[in-house]
C-alpha cells in the first residue's frame, strides 16, 4: 500500500498552505500595486485545496497563476527566489516551507502510524509517494522514517522525470520499489488531496483510499473508499475488500 504524505501521515498541509499563502500575497500584492489593479489574496483553504494541494512545487506555481489569468515565464531550476518566473516562486516557496516547519513544528498522525503498524504486521507492504522534496526530512524529524519501505519523493521524480500529480508515475514508481512484480490491480493507495486521488484512479490501482479531513467530496474524484479518520479502517478490512474483489 503507498501513501502520499502530507495530510494522510503528517500534518504538514496547514504548514504548506500557510507557506503558499505567504508567496503568493506577497506576490499578487506587488504585482497588483505594479499594475494598478486589486489584490485579491491567496485563499489558503479553497486556493491551496483546488490549485497546489498533491502537486509539485512548479505545477502548484503555474496551477495557482492560471487561475488568476497570470502568465509569466517558466524559468530554470537555479533561478533565485526574487526573480518574475514560475521556478523562482516554487523555490521561495520552498524556503518558506522550511522556515515554517520550524516555526510551527511538525507532528504526524498517530492512527495513520498504527495503521501503516498494523498493515506491516499482515505482511503488506508499505511506502511513500510524496510529491514535496522535503519527504525524508520530514518523516525523519518526525521518528517514522524506518516504518516504509521506499519513499518515492520530488527528488526522485526530477531524477527520474516522472509527471506529477494527477499522473500515476510516482505511485507506480513507488509499487515497483516494494514489490518483484508490481500490479497496480492487488494495490492500494492513500491520498487526501484531489489531484492524487485521481492519480491513483489514473494508476489502475484496485483500492483508492481517500482520507477526507477537508470535506473534498474525494469519491467524485475517483476514491473508491472513504474516511475521514485512520480509526475507521483495519488492516484485516483492507485484506477482505481485496479478497471480496477477486470474488467478484
Known amino acids: 500500500m503507498v501513501f502520499d504524505l502530507d495530510g494522510v501521515i503528517t500534518f504538514t498541509a496547514r504548514v504548506h498552505a500557510a507557506a503558499w499563502k505567504e508567496l503568493f500575497d506577497s506576490y499578487l ?7 494598478g489593479q486589486s489584490f485579491v489574496p491567496f485563499d489558503a483553504k479553497s486556493d491551496y485545496l483546488q490549485y497546489v494541494d498533491g502537486k509539485p512545487r512548479y505545477d502548484g506555481v503555474a496551477s495557482f497563476l492560471s487561475s488568476r489569468g497570470i502568465q509569466i515565464p517558466f524559468g530554470h531550476a537555479d533561478d533565485s527566489p526574487e526573480a518574475e518566473t514560475v521556478t523562482a516562486l516554487g523555490n521561495r516557496k520552498d524556503e518558506l516551507f522550511k522556515r515554517k516547519v520550524d516555526e510551527m513544528g511538525v ?6 502510524v498504527r495503521f501503516v503498524e498494523d498493515l506491516r504486521a499482515h505482511g503488506i ?3 511513500i509517494a510524496s510529491s514535496s522534496k522535503n519527504a525524508i526530512p520530514i518523516l525523519t524529524r518526525c521518528g517514522i522514517l524506518g516504518l516504509f519501505e521506499a519513499v518515492v519523493d520530488g527528488n526522485v521524480s526530477d531524477n527520474r522525470r516522472l509527471h506529477g500529480k494527477p499522473a500515476p508515475d510516482i505511485f507506480l514508481a513507488c509499487l515497483s520499489e516494494l514489490v518483484a512484480s508490481p500490479d497496480a490491480e492487488r494495490a492500494a493507495i492513500a491520498e487526501d488531496a484531489i489531484a ?9 490501482f484496485r483500492l483508492v483510499l481517500g482520507v477526507d479531513r477537508t470535506h473534498s467530496r474525494l469519491e467524485q474524484y475517483g476514491a473508491n473508499w472513504v474516511i475521514t479518520d485512520f480509526r475507521e479502517i483495519t488492516a484485516a478490512q483492507v485484506i477482505s475488500f481485496f479478497e471480496s474483489a477477486q470474488v467478484a
Open 125 to 127: 507492504h508499505v511506502g
Open 196 to 204: 492524487g486521488v485521481e492519480a491513483g484512479r489514473n494508476g489502475g
Open 107 to 112: 507532528d504526524y498522525d498517530h492512527q495513520a
Open 29 to 35: 500584492a506587488a504585482r497588483a500595486q505594479r499594475l
